[in-house]
Nanobody, 122 residues
């Protein structure tokens, strides 16, 4: 019913920048929170940044001041600008969308993308 697709990952040197994009599509009535998570090898998936429908934001302490999350409600997209990248930012980055469907307007469903690899070399 809903597809979430990320793009924009890649290999970058430390200090460089990347921009990740995510689009949700399907039987979407509205989207509440949208977020980016990441999972490094051997570690649990963790929240990187979250943005509410009203554009309130929350960031992990490790990325504050370096990453910026933004969204376009009309296009059902969320972006993550990654600046001043560090080797410890290397991970698979996942987009998450909390979606209200046309067919279940009283319930919120969580959808994940397939992930995009970000690798930062030292």
């Amino acid at each position: 019913q809903v597809q979430v697709v990320e793009s924009g990952g890649g290999l970058v040197q430390a200090g460089g920048s990347l921009r990740l994009s995510c689009t949700a599509s399907g039987s979407i009535f509205s989207i509440n929170d949208m977020a980016w998570y990441r999972q490094a090898p051997g570690k649990q998936r963790a929240l990187v940044a979250l943005i509410t429908r009203n554009h309130g934001t929350k960031y992990a302490d490790s990325v504050k001041g370096r990453f910026t999350i933004s969204r376009d409600n009309a296009k059902n997209t969320v972006d993550l600008q990654l600046n001043s990248l560090k080797p410890e930012d290397t991970a698979v980055y996942y987009c998450n969308a909390r979606v209200v469907l046309f067919t279940y307007k009283t319930t919120e469903f969580s959808y994940w993308g397939q992930g995009t690899q970000v690798t930062v070399s030292s």
